[in-house]
């Protein structure tokens, strides 16, 4: 783990840090439905050929964006596009269906987990409107162990 945090140039946050170097690193089971991805990995459907992935750059968002309803013209979309998918966080793993869940390191929404898919990406956490979880790697793996859907909020 501190190797990995040396080359990508971060410290991961709590409490997924502990969790890691103390009780596993990866899952077959979940969260999330395909189980959780070992730290240096990605998900077997994450694709070949797509730009290195660069940890210490900011995760570049702070609310809900849902890219297909943005009205700017697509050049404009597609570099913040790829700094969502690349910059700021590793991947837990997937639900399927291009469905990751990140957990950000670096950025202002550093702890945060959110769930980046074809359509938008959106944080999970009470506080940001869709979910009755708490935020974090914590909140997410207690909300996914007590069998509650991702987003619950009515």
């Given at each position: ?28 089971s ?9 730290l ?88 940001f ?15 996914w ?10």
């Open positions: 783990m501190h190797a990995f945090e040396a080359e990508h140039g971060i410290v991961l946050p709590e409490p997924y840090r502990t969790f890691v170097a103390e009780i596993c690193d990866g899952s077959d979940g969260p999330p439905g395909y189980g959780l991805v070992p240096a990995d990605l998900p077997g459907d994450w694709g070949d050929g797509r730009p290195r992935r660069v940890l210490a750059q900011p995760f570049p968002l702070t609310k809900m964006w849902m890219w297909e309803e943005d009205p700017r013209p697509q050049e404009e979309v597609d570099p913040v596009l790829e700094q969502v998918y690349d910059h700021g966080s590793i991947v837990l793993g997937t639900d399927g269906c291009a469905m990751y869940w990140h957990l950000i390191v670096s950025g202002p929404h550093r702890g945060h987990v959110w769930q980046i898919s074809g359509e938008g990406a959106v944080p999970f956490g009470a506080e409107g869709f979910t009755t979880g708490n935020p974090g790697f914590a909140g997410w793996v207690k909300h162990a007590a069998g509650k859907p991702w987003f619950d909020a009515a």
